[in-house]
């Protein structure tokens, strides 16, 4: 018993004492609000190759999420669903993006009656370049992250380690104030 409490204290001290080294480099590799978004091309999950620079012109709300089929995942997306005619609205687009294969966003657009494009990001580069990626379990998974890039491909907007129930509202709200600026 006294050496599972050892263990235990360890593993306690050591995570206070590494995760705000952990957090710092994952918010540092975060793009800076005002640098041009990354580029990409990922295989939606209409199974077509989809780049961020077809998107010039439009408000993109890009959004990272763990995985398909999962709680938080699911009510996230069946808000930015429930808004999605507020997006449309604003001339914004809606990508989302996970490490999941375009089939399974296929499968999850369609048992969950999402219309909007959900990208898959297998090999988790893009996740990587947006400081949006964790490990669990020995994977490879996107972070929970939005960023809203405005018309001229900048982002203008980052939301990080979101929480699914209320971040649609959140990204509205955003796009209102950025847009009326």
Not at 75 to 89: G, I, M, P, T
Request: glycine share 8%; with cysteine.
């Amino acid at each position: 018993m006294t050496s599972i409490r050892r263990s235990f204290f360890f593993v306690l001290v050591v995570l206070f004492v590494l995760a705000p080294a952990l957090r710092a480099d994952s918010a540092a590799a975060v793009p800076a609000v005002g640098a041009p978004a990354p580029e990409f091309t990922l295989t939606s999950n209409e199974g077509k190759p989809t780049s961020l620079k077809a998107f010039q012109g439009q408000w993109v709300v890009l959004y990272f999420y763990p995985k398909d089929f999962t709680g938080g995942c699911t009510l996230e997306a069946h808000n930015f669903q429930r808004d999605l005619a507020k997006y449309e609205q604003a001339h914004a687009v809606i990508l989302g993006v996970s490490v999941d294969t375009a089939e399974s966003h296929k499968s999850f657009c369609a048992k969950e009656g999402l219309s909007f494009k959900l990208l898959s990001d297998p090999e988790a580069q893009v996740s990587t370049q947006y400081g949006s990626i964790m490990e669990f379990g020995g994977h490879k998974l996107s972070a929970r992250n939005t960023f809203i890039v405005d018309p001229q491909g900048k982002i203008v907007k980052e939301f990080v380690g979101v929480h699914p129930d209320v971040h649609s509202a959140e990204v509205l709200a955003a796009l209102d104030g950025l847009q009326k600026h």
